[in-house]
């Protein structure tokens, strides 16, 4: 085929307007951050979710020589902050955080929800897993998970365990408990951990699926009692108590949180934010800070991440139809 000499004009004038729009988006990746970087913290300030922001997002400007602004975004149990995650432009300087609840448990609780994970959400990194740990009030005289199991099978509904709302981490450990040893406990929810804590070191409620780091000074005042963390693994911060997959096996119910973006941002720059991401928490002044706050650093692959996300919407669904749990 010849192609004469205005075809080729034509051609060569097509590459060039190509290559001066392709030009400032490639460049703008390129010269990632130019400017400040916001994390968006679906919870109030204080809690795990907010430290994890916090430390990281001091290293992060570090190494980029950028601001990075921690905003907080609490509400509606976190799908407030994730929507408005998946409404952003996908530029990279808007990431958030994510703990399993908001990615993986509120897109199965909640039918009709505004955005949808998979399709507006991209995973950056996993940040780290906060263990839980199974607390009793001074009512109970269980010492261990085997007499808790004896004692609730002995009185049906009779015992009750704090939550902090429907599809929280606390609700979900507790009614993978439930259906794992078949026994009933009857669920007090509450808006939030902090005072959900406050009935159970008050002898108000029995029984609490919590935070490490809410229950680890409690625990060690002697005001509540461990009976067991959630985890696959014993904690070295309460190193004689021990999981409760030991009594119960295969149980395991902790919090994990990552790190999302909008699915319209650029690879290059999830790249360059995991990489970011996985050297801080690689480094042993950011593992023993969280480690301090009950927080056990762990990082992943963008991809893995992802994968994490759907196969625990897949593990939650099914808790969430065999226990008929419905969003408050």
């Not at 916090?54 to 407030?80: D, H, T, Y």
């Not at 951990?193 to 609490?208: E, K, Q, R, T, Y």
């Amino acid at each position: 085929m010849t192609i004469n000499r205005r075809q080729s004009l034509v051609a060569g004038s097509a590459l060039a307007a190509g290559a001066l729009l392709a030009s400032p988006f490639a460049h703008a990746q390129a010269d990632y951050p130019n400017k400040s970087i916001r994390i968006i913290v679906p919870l109030p300030p204080g809690g795990s979710n907010d430290v994890l922001a916090r430390v990281l997002g001091q290293k992060m400007s570090e190494s980029f020589g950028q601001p990075v602004i921690v905003e907080n975004k609490p509400g509606a149990a976190g799908n407030i902050s994730t929507e408005y995650m998946a409404k952003t432009e996908g530029d990279g300087y808007t990431i958030a955080i994510a703990p399993n609840q908001t990615v993986s448990v509120n897109p199965v609780l909640y039918p009709k929800l505004p955005f949808n994970v998979s399709r507006d959400l991209q995973g950056i990194s996993l940040l780290g897993r906060v263990p839980m740990v199974l607390v009793v009030s001074s009512n109970v005289t269980a010492k261990n998970v085997d007499q808790l199991i004896t004692q609730l099978k002995a009185r049906p509904d009779r015992l009750t365990y704090a939550s902090a709302g429907s599809g929280s981490p606390q609700h979900m450990a507790a009614e993978v408990f439930k259906a794992m040893t078949g026994t009933r406990i009857t669920q007090i929810p509450y808006k939030g951990s902090a005072p959900a804590m406050i009935d159970v070191l008050g002898g108000v409620v029995d029984i609490m699926f919590c935070p490490l780091n809410t229950a680890l000074p409690h625990i060690r005042s002697g005001k509540i009692r461990a009976l067991g963390t959630t985890g696959t693994k014993r904690v070295t911060l309460l190193p004689g108590v021990p999981t409760i997959a030991e009594t119960v096996p295969k149980y395991e119910s902790d919090i994990w949180i990552g790190m999302i973006a909008s699915r319209k941002t650029p690879p290059a720059i999830i790249n360059k934010l995991n990489a970011e991401l996985r050297r801080a928490l690689a480094t042993p002044d950011v593992q023993n800070k969280l480690a301090e706050q009950g927080i056990f650093a762990e990082s992943s692959t963008a991809a893995d991440f992802d994968k994490l996300i759907t196969a625990d919407q897949k593990r939650w669904a099914a808790v969430i139809k065999a226990a008929n749990i419905v969003p408050e």
